[in-house]
């Protein structure tokens, strides 16, 4: 089905988020990926992989609690859906089974 599929940073930002749990917000996700990968995350490429995740229905937002850190404004969350965890539970089978089928390369 069209617009279905995981990009490759979409995946990695449905796994941040299902890793974060209650704590998963752009900056936090941005940060652990940053961390995980060694990559330099834009928050804008995590707010529009975050838009359109949710869209799809794999992850959800609501808004977490007043802190004093951002001056009372509140946060918001995202955590990940049952459909979210089931595509990424299929595209972990997918590169599983790939990597199964990979020849022995001698270089």
């Not at 917000?25 to 995980?36: D, F, K, P, R």
Request: glycine residues 10%; proline residues 1%; positive net charge.
């Amino acid at each position: 089905m069209k617009g279905t599929h995981l990009g490759e940073f979409e995946e990695l930002v449905l796994l941040t988020c299902a890793l974060l749990i209650n704590s998963a917000y752009s900056v936090t996700i941005g940060a652990e990926i940053e961390e995980q990968t060694g990559r330099s995350i834009t928050l804008s490429t995590v707010h529009t992989a975050l838009y359109r995740l949710e869209k799809k229905g794999y992850l959800e937002s609501y808004m977490g609690g007043t802190t004093g850190e951002r001056g009372g404004r509140r946060k918001r969350l995202y955590r990940i859906t049952a459909s979210g965890f089931e595509v990424l539970s299929q595209a972990k089978e997918m590169r599983n089974r790939m990597w199964k089928m990979m020849p022995d390369y001698k270089f």
